[in-house]
């Protein structure tokens, strides 16, 4: 027996009671609680093992995520240390000095061009000094202990007075040398 919800207003309070006794509910494609209950059961369980399952891929995944992560990290830096290598190389054919030219191998690596500056400057700076101490190494020392002075005492005493007079006046340094020695 079908309940029509629209004369359900009509109906009394027995013919709502003998009507709703007479329902069966499997029969009008309701489900009975035990039905529902081990369907609910069931969806948990595939629930929970679909859960497992994805947490199993999802840690798989993350742990082939993270060695490739490393792996990528690894390379990079891999690519770096050869990069300051290549660098370094060079610095050191150019004549740096070793600890100049790790730093600023280093600095160009990384795109620290002011530092690569400053050390260009170092190296310029020690270059010159190098060189100017070289030029000195090569350079002869004079010879004696100065130029001897083109007058003696013996020509300065033959000249007449005012020859000395003029002597003294044009040349005092000379002068006062054949005096003190």
Not at 1 to 15: D, G, H, P, V
Not at 57 to 68: G, M, R, V
Not at 76 to 103: I, Q, R
């Amino acid at each position: 027996m079908k309940i029509n919800i629209e004369n359900c207003e009509n109906l009394s309070a027995e013919e709502k009671l003998a009507a709703w006794e007479a329902l069966d509910p499997e029969k009008e494609g309701y489900v009975s609680k035990a039905n529902f209950d081990k369907t609910a059961s069931e969806l948990a369980n595939y629930k929970k093992q679909l859960r497992e399952k994805l947490t199993e891929e999802e840690a798989k995944a993350a742990k082939d995520k993270e060695e490739h992560e490393a792996l990528l990290a690894r390379v990079a830096e891999l690519e770096k240390e050869k990069s300051v290598n290549e660098y370094l190389t060079s610095y050191l054919a150019m004549g740096y000095d070793e600890k100049l030219a790790k730093s600023s191998a280093e600095a160009i690596v990384s795109g620290d061009m002011k530092t690569v500056f400053a050390n260009q400057k170092t190296h310029n700076e020690n270059r010159e000094k190098t060189l100017r101490a070289e030029l000195l190494k090569e350079t002869p020392p004079p010879d004696g202990g100065g130029t001897p002075p083109a007058m003696t005492m013996e020509k300065f005493k033959a000249m007449s007075a005012q020859e000395r007079y003029d002597f003294s006046v044009k040349n005092p340094e000379e002068y006062k040398y054949l005096y003190t020695n």
